[in-house]
T-cell receptor
């Protein structure tokens, strides 16, 4: 079952603007991961944030995690047309957990 | 990074036939692979966890006799959709966990297989 909910479900912005996507989950987690999926393709791992971390950066990506609110956000700065994709959060309940539970995803469109 | 491949990338078959999809980890050994199903504009739904040398663990509601999983080696898992019907048409994605990832469960995904059952 999918425990994550993401908002917005769809986001359309102009190139160069920042895009923020949010993810909420229901159970306690060990880590939360963000993935990108281009249309009709597999998923690409973007970033992993552990439950004891609050913020993490990778290039133009910034992820925050608030375990008290059971929520995470993904910020893409200075967006590019190539960032157009669907973005999913996924949670792992414990360090040894095998399974990831995916959110519903946000479809991001960057307009040139 | 670790690479996972899937074959075929797309397949069209007639109702009632069986279709086999392969998932390979190309540059690492994966004791565990996962099979997901994704409907258009929806999220990934985990179908089963495939463990090398043992039986797969299926998620609730997934028919094990319908979706046969075999994980005979550390680099290959196969999903066979038996007696496929149009409602089985979907995008099937596999992933593999890289055990060298320090236990934080980063998974690497294959490019997916688009199955269309006529």
């Amino acid at each position: 079952s999918q425990q994550g909910e993401e908002d917005p479900q769809a986001l359309s912005i102009q190139e160069g603007e920042n895009a923020t996507m949010n993810c909420s989950y229901k159970t306690s987690i060990n880590n939360l991961q963000w993935y990108r999926q281009n249309s009709g393709r597999g998923l690409v791992h973007l970033i992993l944030i552990r439950s004891n971390e609050r913020e993490k950066h990778s290039g133009r990506l910034r992820v925050t995690l608030d375990t008290s609110k059971k929520s995470s956000s993904l910020l893409i700065t200075a967006s590019r047309a190539a960032d157009t994709a669907s973005y999913f959060c996924a949670t792992a309940r414990d360090q040894g957990a095998q399974k990831l539970v995916f959110g519903q995803g946000t479809r991001l469109t960057i307009n040139p | 990074g670790a690479v996972v491949s899937q074959h075929p990338s797309w397949v069209i078959c007639k109702s009632g036939t069986s279709v086999k999809i392969e998932c390979r980890s190309l540059d690492f050994q994966a004791t565990t692979m996962f099979w997901y199903r994704q409907f258009p504009k929806q999220s990934l739904m985990l179908m089963a966890t495939s463990n090398e040398g043992s039986k797969a663990t299926y998620e609730q509601g997934v028919e094990k006799d319908k979706f046969l999983i075999n994980h005979a080696s550390l680099t290959l898992s196969t999903l066979t959709v038996t007696s496929a019907h149009p409602e089985d048409s979907s995008f099937y994605i596999c992933s593999a966990r890289d055990p060298s990832g320090g236990g934080y469960n980063e998974q690497f995904f294959g490019p997916g297989t688009r199955l269309t059952v006529l």
